[in-house]
């Protein structure tokens, strides 16, 4: 089984809907991120979680909300989907060791999303 | 801000032979993590290699290496003896001092020729 799942791992939805992608791991890690990737851009961040109670925006949080319902769900919400968030979201882990030299992220298959 | 350039246009290498995808960085954190990611044409993301901006010599992982060279502020991934299988999208990325969130570079399209 996959230590990082997404669902639905394809969706298409209409300008205007609410939609929610979920991202849950079995990697025991307390960091969890979310990513979009547009062709010629790489992947950008928005948002971000080290923690339960620890929730912070990165650099394109516009348009997107999170919830991090437990120490392995970390969901991300589009209250309102524009076509401009067509796109292919990842979800990412990573743990948090004190001292060592890198905290490797772990990325889920992703979720390709289509507004329109 | 940190930020990671790739501009090469498409790479192209012949099967066997080594190349190297270019990565550049800016940072003003003494402390800072770079990092190659494969995407092949599937989607997934693969970690590669990874050189961290305190180590004395260049990360090396199988086939892979990376050049650091810190006064340039360059992290260049060298793949050695190229396979089919090497044909995919790479990414360059680079970590804070807090070994946390990633800021990605736009990525390198390697096609690896029989």
């Known amino acids: 089984d996959a230590d990082v799942t997404q669902t639905p791992r394809n969706r298409i939805t209409k300008t205007g809907k609410r939609i929610m ?76 060791v004190a ?13 390709r999303l289509t507004v329109l | 801000a940190q930020k990671i350039t790739q501009t090469q246009p498409g790479m192209f290498v012949q099967e066997k032979e080594a190349v190297t995808l270019d990565c550049t960085y800016d940072t003003s954190d003494p402390s800072y993590g770079l990092f190659w990611y494969k995407q092949p044409s599937s989607g997934e993301m693969i970690f590669l290699i990874y050189q961290g901006s305190y180590d004395q010599q260049n990360a090396t992982e199988g086939r892979y290496s990376l050049n650091f060279q810190k006064a340039r502020k360059s992290a260049n991934l060298v793949i050695s003896a190229s396979q089919l299988g090497d044909s995919a999208m790479y990414f360059c990325a680079m970590s804070d001092g807090a070994n946390s969130k990633l800021t990605f570079g736009k990525g390198i399209t390697l096609s690896v020729r029989p």
Request: aromatic share 14%; with cysteine.
């Open chain 1, 21 to 96: 992608l979920e991202c849950s791991q079995t990697k025991g890690h307390d960091r969890m991120y979310w990513y979009r990737q547009d062709p010629g851009l790489g992947l950008r961040l928005i948002y971000y979680s080290f923690d339960v109670k620890d929730i912070n925006k990165g650099e394109i949080s516009d348009g997107y909300s999170v919830s991090r319902q437990a120490q392995a769900k970390f969901s991300l919400s589009l209250e309102s989907a524009i076509p401009n968030q067509t796109a292919l979201y990842f979800c990412a882990t990573s743990d948090s």
């Open chain 1, 99 to 111: 001292g060592a030299s890198y905290n490797e992220q772990f990325f889920g298959p992703g979720t």
